[in-house]
């Protein structure tokens, strides 16, 4: 009998133990239902021809779970400016953001005239993470969790982004460790000393460009995938829209290599020996954002809707190394933007293989997210939502719902919001005009180490060298 009750005491310790042991598991967060992936420059030629050929597999398994096409840019090629149409729907004239510089400034959210999608979709209370976007920065508060286009500008281990960088600000930005990049891309034999050669060196321009137009890029994608993949797994969203700048930077740097034909018709003499080892960074970092791609799908409800596009294609650019406007070092580049952009939408709701008769630009973009999230779209976009391209349910189930416009006075903005908007500007500005010595704005804003050495002029100086 003693022996009995030993048992069932020490049966009843190890129960109670493992109780004890026992974490309470962490609630799983809500999964976006809408991802949105912009990738800068990524051509529908390379795109079409590498699906077909197994080399992206990710993006491969989305157009065959729904369609790919093209988009004309009517708008224009520049990032800044069709990026911006993305998220508001609107021409640049309506938008406000024409360039990369306005009035001597690099272009930034401040310029902006009206809502973006990030302002549109958390006035529609629906949740929304924007990662990478170019011109975010500032974040803007109250519009969901923004990670702004200059958080990469900075070194935030160990320390809380600052105002205007991230908001919350309690999303900071790490760094993955970038190793062994270049050889992940090319065999050549990247030289970090390569700033001591002659600059009519051969290899001072390919040096010059694996590690700017290479490590640098790929420092800045793989800081906003790691980024977008916390966000995804941690927050409740509705809406993902991340960003890469990626196969823009390395279509610049490196087409020349990747397509030597047109150059060697130009007359320039284009090693067979380099072509082999770089000729290879393109095809290269087209598969590495494919691999981003796949990450990202991972992490969203698998009844998502993706939407990948890009702003602009890529050519061949020979002409670059004569261009009198250029300085020397854009001489080295040799591809340059073509206006037909990508665009891949899939998921259970979309036609597989559906195409428009109409041809299809950057300003259908918004109305057709507005569309499948069931929002109501603005009729001063003048772009149209595809419907077309989804199914007779999907469609069914979203009655046409639009307001005059998305921009806060046609909605009867009340005065208490007009003035904190007000504030926020304001707020926005100062952080531009170097007011403030800690690291953070050092790093984004404008390179001053103190707020002794830190004066407007000097600020807006520096910001200018940027450009
Ligand atoms: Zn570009």
């Not at 967060?29 to 597999?57: C, F, H, M, N, Y």
């Not at 416009?405 to 531009?432: I, L, N, W, Y």
Request: charged share 25%.
């Amino acid at each position: 009998m003693r022996a009995l009750a030993s048992c069932l005491l020490a049966c009843f310790l190890v129960v109670a133990a493992c109780d004890r042991g026992a974490e309470p598991e962490a609630p799983k967060p809500e999964r976006a239902k809408l991802l949105v992936i912009g990738l800068d420059g990524l051509d529908p030629g390379l795109v079409s021809k590498w699906v077909g050929s197994g080399a992206l597999p990710h993006l491969g398994r989305l157009v065959a779970r729904g369609t790919m096409t093209t988009i004309d840019c009517v708008v224009g090629t520049s990032s800044p400016v069709v990026w911006t149409t993305v998220a508001t729907g609107l021409v640049p004239d309506e938008h406000g953001v024409t360039g990369f510089t306005i009035d001597g400034d690099p272009v930034n959210a401040s310029h902006r005239k009206r809502p973006a999608l990030w302002n549109i979709l958390a006035e529609q209370k629906l949740r929304v993470a924007t990662v990478g976007w170019m011109v975010s920065w500032p974040a803007e508060p109250d519009a969901g969790i923004v990670v702004s286009d200059r958080a990469w500008w900075g070194d935030f281990d160990d320390k809380v982004a600052p105002d205007g960088i991230v908001e919350p600000r309690r999303h900071r930005p790490r760094l993955d460790p970038v190793r062994q990049v270049v050889p992940r891309f090319s065999s050549y034999p990247y030289d970090p000393n390569w700033k001591f050669l002659r600059e009519d060196d051969p290899r001072y321009a390919i040096n010059y460009l694996l590690e700017k137009r290479l490590l640098g890029i790929f420092r800045r994608d793989s800081m906003y995938a790691s980024m977008a993949r916390e966000i995804a797994e941690t927050q409740d969203l509705d809406v993902l829209a991340v960003y890469f700048q990626g196969p823009d930077y390395v279509g610049h740097g490196f087409w020349k290599w990747f397509e030597p034909e047109p150059f060697r018709q130009a007359g320039v003499d284009v090693p067979q020996a380099d072509v082999d080892r770089l000729g290879t960074i393109i095809p290269a970092y087209y598969s590495y954002v494919d691999s981003l791609v796949g990450m990202l799908v991972s992490r969203v409800d698998e009844d998502a809707l993706i939407v990948v596009l890009s702003d602009h294609g890529f050519r061949a650019w020979p002409e670059a190394r004569n261009a009198r406007d250029l300085s020397s070092k854009a001489r080295f580049l040799s591809g340059n933007h073509r206006e037909k952009a990508t665009l891949i939408l899939s998921g259970p709701q979309v036609r597989r293989g559906a195409s428009v008769e109409r041809r299809i630009t950057h300003l259908d973009v918004l109305p057709t997210l507005l569309f499948a999230l069931d929002a109501p779209r603005a009729r001063d976009n003048s772009g149209q939502p595809l419907v077309e391209l989804f199914t007779e349910d999907f469609v069914a189930k979203r009655p046409d719902r639009s307001v005059a416009s998305h921009a806060p006075e046609a909605v009867g903005e009340s005065a208490q919001t007009k003035s904190d908007t007000k504030r926020r500007t304001s707020t926005s500005r100062s952080s531009r005009s170097c007011a403030r010595s800690d690291t953070f704005v050092r790093h984004a804003s404008c390179g001053c180490s103190s707020s002794s050495s830190c004066s407007r002029e000097r600020c807006s100086g520096a910001r200018r060298s940027r450009t």
